[in-house]
C-alpha cells in the first residue's frame, strides 16, 4: 500500500510505492493565476502506469473532468516515458477548482494503487507567492546574473546556462524583496559606479538572459480545426440524415444545400422540380414541427409570402407565414419535411426559424436564411451551369451584374457587398472567397471607386460599418471561414457610424482655414473629401506630410504618390479632380505637420483595416476601451505591450518590438471568438498586429545574423507562433511549432545531430507553406479567373493573384527566413547541396518539367537530364532519362528511389534553389554529372559528345523473362503449401523465414490467392461480358493507346466472386488462424482483392514491363493476405548501403504508422539511420522525420500483390503493383515533439540496434544483400516482407 512521506509540502509532495517505486508531484502556478501546473514523475517502474483522475470544487466530492463545460467523471491519462522517469502533466486554467484526487492503475496487470484505502489528493495554492512580490526589473535581473556571470570568470556558456542564471538571479532578488529590502535599495546597491557594467559589444549584451530567449507557449490551445459543431440527432448520425433526405426526395437537379446542427438536424435542399424553384426544408425531430416562415424580395429582411404559393397545412400570420411539417417515412429512416414552391418569382431568398416543444429553434439567436440563385426560366441548362466544384457561379456572375452600379461610389460598393454576403450564406466557404475576390479587385484599384456619384464620407463610413458588422457575425459564429473573413476585413476598412465618417469631411475644413490654404490643390482635395473619399486620401496626405518634411520639395510629394500607384492621370480622374500641385507658407509648417498628422489618423480609421496605430487606438478610445477589465487579466498584460509598440514601432532593433508585437496577438487570441459586441475593433486590431509582424521582420531581416542560431530560432519561433494565430486548420503549424520549441531549448554550437533534428523541422515546415500556397491556389484562382474575365480585370493581375496574396502574408518572410538559414544548418551538419539517392554518373541535355508523374509514357530519343519540381512518388521514369534532380524529398528506400537505382538512373534532391535555378537555364543544353563525396559534380559538356543513340535502349539490361503461371486448382492455399508455381517470391519468403528467425522476430500468418486464380474467376460465366470488354480494351492499349488502362481497372472492380472462391477463401483463413471478415466485411475484402489484380493494368507498371522488354502478357497476380498489424512504426531495411555501396553497413528508414508513406513516397523524409554491422549498439541517425502525416488503421487485412513479375534477377519491379488495406487507414497529422524515437537517444538506440540486428539475420539465413519491410508495435519486431536488395 502506497504511503505519504511528506503531506504538508505545498509544492512538492512524495510518495512511496509498490515495488521500489516513487512518485513524486510538482505543484506550480495558482488557481487564482490561472496557470496551475501539476506533473506526476513515476521512478523505477517497469510497465506501463496510467494516472486515473479528476479535480474538485470546493465544497463538493464529486469529481469533474476538464471540458468546455466542466462534468462529472474521470479521466485515464497513460505515463509517458522521459529518459528514465514517466511523466503526466496537468494543466488547469478553471479558478473554482480545489483539488485533484487521483488512484494509479497498472496498466498490464488491471490492479490499483491508493493512498491507505483511499483517492490521493492533492491541494491547488489559492495564491502564487512569487506573485505577491513586487514586480522586478528586467534591467535589473540583467544586471544581477551579469555581476554572477563576472564572478564565475565570464565563461562560455550555452543559451541553456544564460537561461538558467537568469532564472537564478530572478530567485536571489524575490528572496532579498521577501526578506524585506525594498526594491529602491536594490537598485541602488546594484548601481553603483564599481559595479555598473558598461557594454560595448553584444557578448556581453548576451551574458545573462539571452537576447533570444527560447520561447515556448502551449500552442495546443490555438488548435483550430475544422469546426463540426455539436451534433445530437434523434434519428440517424447527421451523415446518414443528409443522405437519407437526399435519397427520399431525390438529389436530381438540386442547385444548393445547406445543413444546420442544433440538438437536431435541418437539412435544407434548393431544387427545379418541373421548371419550378422548390425549397425543401427536412428536419429529424420528433413531434408537431412548425416552419414559420417569409420570403425576402429585394433585400435579406423577412416579408409575407403571396397567397397563392403557400403550402399545404399553412396559415398567414403578422408577416409571415407558418407551416406544420409533414411526416415523411422510408424503409432507411424517417423525417419531418416542408416543401415550399416559389414557382419561377425573382426573391432574394427565405428566412425561416421553426417552433418545437414550446420553444423555438434559431440559427444562433438568429433567423435561418437561404439565399437564392437567379433564375432564368427559359434557361434548360440552368442546374447544370449553376456551380462547378470549384466557384460558386451564381455569386459571381451577380457580382458582375452588380458591379455597374458598385462603381458609383463606395458607399454603394459595401451595401451591395454586405447583401451578396447575407445572401451567399449557404455557400459556405466558396461564397465568401467570391466576396473576398472581388473586394480585392477593389482594393488593388482593378475596379472603379466612384463615378458620377457624391456621397458624403458619414455614408460611405455607415456601409463600410455595416459591411464589417456582418462580416463580425460570420467570424463568431463560422469558424472555419474566419480566415477568408480576415482577408476581406483587411481589403474594406473599418468605417463605423456616427461622426466617425463625418470627421473626414470637417477636419479639412479646419485645417484649411488653421493655414491658410483655402484655394489650390487644398480646395481641389477638400471637394473631392466631401463627395468620395477613398483610401486614396490617406496616400495623398502622406504625401502632403513628406512634401512639408522634406522643406516643401515637390518631388517628394510625387514620389510618394507614384510608389503607391497614384499618377497625376489618376487624380484628375476624379470625379472632383485634383490637377494643382500643393503650394503652403513656410511658416506654417509646423502647424500644418501637426494638423496633417491628425488628419491622418481620422483616415486611416475609416479606410484602413491593416493600420495598426488606429486600431490601437479605436480600442482605447473614449471612457469605456474595448479593452478593459472585463478581459481579466488579459487588460493590463496587453495595455503594456500596445505601450510599447506605440513608442517603439519605428525602432531600428526589432527584437522587443516583434516580441512585443506576438505577445499582443496571443493575449488577444482567447476573446476574439467572443461575441462581444465590438469584436470587430479587437479582430482588426489582431490584423494590422498581423501585418505589422510581417513588416517588421522584412525590415530587420539585414541586420539578422544567421551565423547565431539562437537569433534566428527566436524569429522564427515568433513568426510561427503568428502564423498559428492566424490559420484555421493549424494542426500542422502547431507540431512544427512544438517541434522548433524542443530543438531551440537543445541546441548546441556546432553539434551535427542538433543541425539535423532542426533542419529536419524547416523542410517540414516548408511542406508545410507550400502545401498552404497550393491550397489558396486551388481555392482562390478558379474565382479570380471567372470574375476577373467578367469585370475586365487585366491578365497579369488574374495570374498573379494568389501568388501577391500569398506574397502579403507572414508566410512568405518566414520561408525566406528559412531558406537564408538552412545553408547554415546544412554546413553544421556535414551536408551538402545534394542528397545523392541513386549514385550514377552520367551525361545528358537539361528539360525542367513541373512533375515527373507527366512524362512517364514518354519515350526521348538522347539521354535526358529531367529537373522536376515536383515526385509524386507514382512514377516510373522514362525512357531515354539518366537522371534525376529535384527539389522534392523522396526516401532512400522509397519505391521510386529503388526503381532508379534499379534502372541505373542518377536520383538526386537539391537543397539550394540556386543550384536548380541555374540548372533551369541549361535548358536543352549538354551537361555531365559527377560524383564527389556525398555531391554532385555538374558541368557543361559539348553535346557533340554524347551518343544519341545510346540512350534510346531501355536501361534496364536484356534477357529478363518469366513464364506464364497456370492454376492449380485452389482458390486458397496456406503457407505450408506455398511454392514458386503457386505464389510470387513475397510469399515464398514469408514462408522462408517462419521457423527459421529466431522467436523475438515474429512473422505475419499468411494464406494466399494464387496465380491463375484471377483468370480462372474472369472466365466465369457471370463475368462472361467483363471478359470481353477487357479483351476488346486490350486490343486498343497493345495498338499503343494507354488510355484504356484506367477502363480495363475499372472492369476489373465490376467482377462478381464465385462462391467456391468465398468458401474457400473462408475456410483457410479460418483454419490458419485469421479472422473472417464477415458477410459485411466480404464486401470490402473482395473489393481489396480485386484491386490488386486490376493494379496489373497501372499505367506505371505496364510502362516498367514494356521499358524491361517483358510479355505483359505473361504477368500473373497472386494475392498475399496478412494480417495487418497496427504497429507504433514502420520500417524499410536495406542490408547493403544503397547510398556507398558498403557491404559493411545496414541503412535503414522509419515512420510512424504504417509504411506506405515511406514506400510511397509521401511529403517530407522518413528518419534514417545507418549500422555497422560489426557495432550494431552504435547506430547513426543521419536524417530525421520530416513527414506531415501517417497513416494509422484499426485491426484489419491486408491484401499485397505478388506477381511473378516481380523480384526477378537485376530487375526488382518495387511498387509496381498494388497492396490494400481492407479498411482505409486514417491520416494523422504527426507530432514529433513528444515522439521518443527523436527525443530520447536511450530508446532510439535500443529499437534501432534491435531493427538492424533483425536485418542482418535475415541476410545471414539468405546469404545475400536483403530488402527487408518491417513493423515496430509494442517493442515487438514484425516482418512482413523480405526481398533480394537490388
Not at 532564472?167 to 541602488?188: H, P, R, T, V, W
Not at 460570420?474 to 472555419?480: G, R, V
Not at 504527426?1230 to 534491435?1250: A, N
Request: aromatic residues 8%; proline residues 4%; charged residues 25%.
Amino acid at each position: 500500500m502506497a504511503t505519504s512521506e511528506d503531506k504538508q509540502i505545498h509544492r512538492v509532495h512524495n510518495f512511496e510505492l509498490v515495488d521500489g517505486m516513487k512518485l513524486q508531484i510538482n505543484v506550480s502556478g495558482s488557481s487564482i493565476g490561472r496557470n496551475v501546473r501539476v506533473q506526476f514523475q513515476l521512478r523505477n517502474c517497469a510497465r506501463t502506469w496510467i494516472l486515473h483522475w479528476g479535480f474538485l470544487y470546493r465544497g463538493n466530492t464529486n469529481w469533474f473532468i476538464p471540458a468546455e463545460h466542466p462534468k462529472q467523471g474521470a479521466l485515464q491519462t497513460p505515463f509517458v516515458k522521459s529518459g528514465e522517469i514517466y511523466l503526466v502533466t496537468v494543466e488547469l486554467r478553471d479558478p473554482k477548482i480545489h483539488a485533484i484526487e487521483f488512484v494509479l492503475k497498472d496498466g498490464s496487470h488491471d490492479r490499483w494503487l491508493r493512498l491507505n484505502h483511499g483517492n490521493f489528493r492533492i491541494e491547488i495554492p489559492e495564491i502564487d507567492t512569487n506573485t505577491c512580490l513586487q514586480p522586478i526589473p528586467k534591467d535589473l535581473i540583467e544586471l544581477r546574473a551579469y555581476q554572477n556571470w563576472e564572478r564565475r570568470g565570464r565563461p562560455n556558456n550555452s543559451p541553456q546556462q544564460q537561461q538558467k542564471d537568469y532564472n537564478d538571479a530572478l530567485k536571489e532578488l524575490q528572496l532579498q524583496l521577501s526578506n524585506g529590502i525594498s526594491l529602491k535599495d536594490l537598485q541602488s546597491s546594484h548601481m553603483t559606479a564599481s559595479t555598473k557594467p558598461v557594454f560595448k559589444n553584444k557578448e556581453q549584451i548576451r551574458y545573462g538572459v539571452p537576447s533570444y530567449p527560447c520561447r515556448r507557449h502551449d500552442v495546443e490551445k490555438w488548435l483550430q480545426k475544422n469546426y463540426k459543431g455539436h451534433v445530437k440527432t434523434t434519428t440517424l448520425p447527421s451523415s446518414s440524415f443528409v443522405a437519407l433526405v437526399e435519397n427520399s426526395l431525390g438529389a436530381d437537379n438540386v442547385i444548393s444545400r445547406q445543413s444546420y446542427h442544433m440538438d437536431h438536424e435541418i437539412v435544407v435542399l434548393s431544387k427545379i422540380i418541373s421548371s419550378d424553384y422548390h425549397i425543401l426544408v427536412a428536419v429529424n425531430m420528433k413531434g408537431a414541427a412548425i416552419l414559420h416562415w417569409g420570403v425576402s424580395k429585394c433585400s435579406p429582411g423577412e416579408c409575407s409570402p403571396p397567397p397563392d404559393m403557400l403550402p399545404d397545412k399553412s396559415k398567414m400570420v403578422a408577416g409571415a407565414c407558418q407551416t406544420y411539417f409533414t411526416d415523411i417515412a422510408t424503409a432507411r429512416g424517417s423525417f419531418q419535411m416542408v416543401d415550399i414552391n416559389l414557382q419561377k418569382r425573382k426573391f432574394v431568398g427565405i428566412q425561416f426559424v421553426i417552433w418545437l416543444g414550446g420553444s423555438w429553434i434559431k440559427n444562433n439567436g438568429e433567423n435561418f436564411f437561404v439565399g437564392l440563385h437567379p433564375m432564368d426560366p427559359k434557361d434548360k441548362n440552368f442546374v447544370s451551369k449553376v456551380d462547378g466544384d470549384d466557384k460558386v457561379k451564381w455569386l459571381l456572375d451577380e457580382i458582375s451584374c452588380r458591379e455597374k452600379e458598385a462603381e458609383r461610389s463606395l458607399m454603394h460598393r459595401f451595401n451591395i457587398a454586405a447583401e451578396l454576403t447575407e445572401r451567399c450564406k449557404g455557400e459556405g466557404e466558396l461564397g465568401l472567397i467570391a466576396i473576398m475576390v472581388w473586394m480585392r479587385f477593389m482594393a488593388c484599384r482593378h475596379l472603379t471607386w466612384n463615378k458620377n456619384y457624391n456621397v458624403k464620407p458619414r455614408e460611405i463610413s455607415e456601409a463600410q460599418d455595416r459591411f464589417t458588422n456582418l462580416l463580425q457575425k460570420i467570424y463568431l459564429s463560422q469558424p472555419n471561414d474566419r480566415e477568408i473573413v480576415r482577408l476581406i476585413m483587411a481589403f474594406v476598412g473599418r468605417g463605423g457610424q456616427g461622426d466617425v465618417g463625418q470627421r473626414i469631411r470637417d477636419e479639412i475644413l479646419v485645417i484649411q482655414r488653421n493655414n491658410g490654404c483655402k484655394t489650390g490643390m487644398m480646395e481641389e482635395w477638400h471637394q473631392k473629401l466631401h463627395n468620395n473619399t477613398s483610401p486614396d486620401d490617406i496616400i495623398i496626405c502622406e504625401a502632403l506630410l513628406n512634401y512639408i518634411r522634406c522643406g516643401f520639395k515637390i518631388d517628394a510629394y510625387w514620389q510618394t504618390l507614384n510608389c503607391h500607384g497614384l499618377s497625376k492621370q489618376k487624380l484628375a480622374s476624379y470625379d472632383r479632380p485634383i490637377v494643382s500641385e500643393p503650394r503652403f507658407r513656410a511658416d506654417a509648417k509646423e502647424s500644418l505637420t501637426h494638423d496633417l498628422t491628425m488628419y491622418l489618423k481620422t483616415l486611416k480609421a475609416v479606410h484602413s483595416g491593416a493600420d495598426l496605430e488606429s486600431a490601437i487606438e479605436t480600442c482605447y478610445k473614449g471612457h469605456n476601451s474595448v479593452i478593459s477589465d472585463s478581459f481579466g487579466s488579459l487588460s493590463s498584460k496587453l495595455r503594456e505591450c500596445l505601450t510599447f509598440i506605440k513608442a517603439h514601432i519605428h525602432d531600428e532593433s526589432i527584437n522587443q518590438l516583434m516580441e512585443k508585437l506576438v505577445d499582443s496577438r496571443i493575449e488577444l487570441h482567447p476573446v476574439l471568438g467572443t461575441a462581444c459586441g465590438r469584436a470587430k475593433d479587437l479582430l482588426f486590431l489582431d490584423i494590422s498586429l498581423a501585418s505589422a509582424i510581417k513588416t517588421t521582420m522584412e525590415r530587420g531581416l539585414k541586420d539578422l545574423n544567421f551565423s547565431h542560431p539562437p537569433e534566428i530560432m527566436f524569429f522564427i519561433s515568433l513568426l510561427l507562433e503568428s502564423l498559428c494565430l492566424s490559420v484555421v486548420n493549424n494542426e500542422d503549424l502547431i507540431y512544427c511549432t512544438k517541434d522548433w520549441y524542443r530543438v531551440s531549448e537543445s541546441y548546441r554550437t556546432n553539434d551535427a545531430q542538433w543541425a539535423l533534428q532542426a533542419k529536419a523541422i524547416l523542410d517540414r515546415l516548408q511542406l508545410v507553406l507550400a502545401e498552404r500556397s497550393q491550397t489558396y491556389q486551388k481555392k482562390f484562382q478558379p474565382s479570380v479567373k471567372y470574375l476577373g474575365c467578367l469585370l475586365g480585370v487585366e491578365k497579369y493581375a488574374i495570374d498573379n493573384f494568389t501568388e501577391e496574396l500569398v506574397r502579403a502574408q507572414s508566410e512568405a518572410v518566414l520561408s525566406i527566413l528559412i531558406n537564408r538559414f538552412e545553408p547554415v544548418l546544412r554546413k553544421v551538419a556535414n551536408l551538402g547541396c545534394w542528397q545523392v539517392i541513386s549514385p550514377v554518373e552520367v551525361c545528358g541535355f537539361i528539360t525542367s518539367v513541373n512533375e515527373l508523374i507527366t512524362l512517364q509514357n514518354k519515350v526521348y530519343r538522347r539521354p535526358t537530364i529531367i529537373i522536376a519540381s515536383r515526385i509524386t512518388g507514382e512514377e516510373e521514369i522514362p525512357v531515354g532519362v539518366v537522371a534525376v534532380l529535384t527539389p522534392d524529398m523522396p526516401d532512400v528506400l522509397s519505391h521510386v528511389s529503388i526503381r532508379a537505382r534499379n534502372n541505373k538512373v542518377c536520383f538526386a534532391t537539391c537543397f539550394d534553389q540556386n543550384i536548380l535555378r541555374n540548372l533551369r537555364l541549361k535548358e536543352g543544353k549538354a551537361v555531365s554529372i559527377r560524383l564527389k563525396s556525398t555531391n554532385l559534380i555538374i558541368s557543361d559538356i559539348s553535346s557533340s559528345n554524347l551518343s544519341l543513340s545510346s540512350s534510346a535502349l531501355p536501361s534496364i539490361p536484356r534477357g529478363i523473362t518469366f513464364k506464364r503461371k497456370i492454376f492449380r486448382g485452389k482458390y486458397a492455399v496456406s503457407v505450408e503449401d506455398f511454392t514458386p508455381d503457386m505464389v510470387g517470391a513475397k510469399s515464398c519468403n514469408s514462408k522462408f523465414l517462419r521457423g527459421r528467425v529466431p522467436s523475438w522476430i515474429k512473422i505475419p500468418t499468411s494464406i494466399a490467392i494464387p496465380f491463375g486464380a484471377f483468370e480462372t474467376v474472369l472466365s466465369e460465366n457471370i463475368n462472361k461480358d467483363i471478359a470481353n470488354k477487357i479483351s476488346r480494351l486490350y486490343k486498343f492499349i497493345n495498338g499503343g493507346d494507354l488510355s484504356k488502362l484506367q477502363e480495363i481497372q475499372e472492369a476489373v472492380l465490376q467482377m462478381s466472386a464465385p462462391l467456391s472462391l468465398i468458401y474457400e477463401l473462408k475456410n483457410k483463413m479460418r483454419s490458419s488462424g485469421m479472422p473472417w471478415p464477415g458477410d459485411e466485411g466480404w464486401n470490402l475484402a473482395w473489393r481489396s482483392i480485386k484491386k490488386v489484380w486490376a493494379s496489373k493494368w497501372n499505367e506505371r507498371a505496364f510502362i516498367s514491363c514494356r521499358k524491361a522488354n517483358l510479355n505483359h502478357d505473361n504477368l500473373c497476380m497472386a494475392v498475399l493476405i496478412q494480417e495487418t498489424i497496427c504497429g507504433d512504426y514502420a520500417f524499410v531495411i536495406h542490408t547493403k548501403n544503397p547510398l556507398s555501396g558498403d557491404n559493411s553497413e545496414i541503412y535503414t528508414e522509419i515512420v510512424k504508422g504504417l509504411g506506405e508513406t515511406l514506400v510511397g513516397a509521401y511529403p517530407g523524409r522518413a528518419m534514417s539511420f545507418v549500422t555497422k554491422k560489426n557495432n550494431l549498439k552504435s547506430p547513426i541517425v543521419t536524417c530525421y522525420p520530416s513527414k506531415l502525416i501517417g497513416l494509422f488503421g484499426k485491426p484489419s487485412i491486408i491484401f499485397r500483390s505478388d506477381s511473378n513479375g516481380e523480384d526477378l534477377e537485376k530487375y526488382a519491379g518495387a511498387g509496381l503493383y498494388d497492396s490494400v488495406i481492407m479498411n482505409d487507414p486514417e491520416k494523422v497529422i504527426l507530432d514529433y515533439s513528444r515522439d521518443p524515437m527523436v527525443g530520447d537517444k536511450s530508446f532510439q538506440t535500443s529499437v534501432f540496434s534491435k531493427i538492424a540486428e533483425t536485418g542482418k539475420i535475415i541476410e545471414s539465413l539468405y546469404g545475400y544483400p536483403q530488402d527487408i519491410e518491417g513493423v515496430l508495435k509494442d517493442g515487438l519486431i514484425y516482418v512482413v516482407q523480405a526481398r533480394p536488395q537490388m
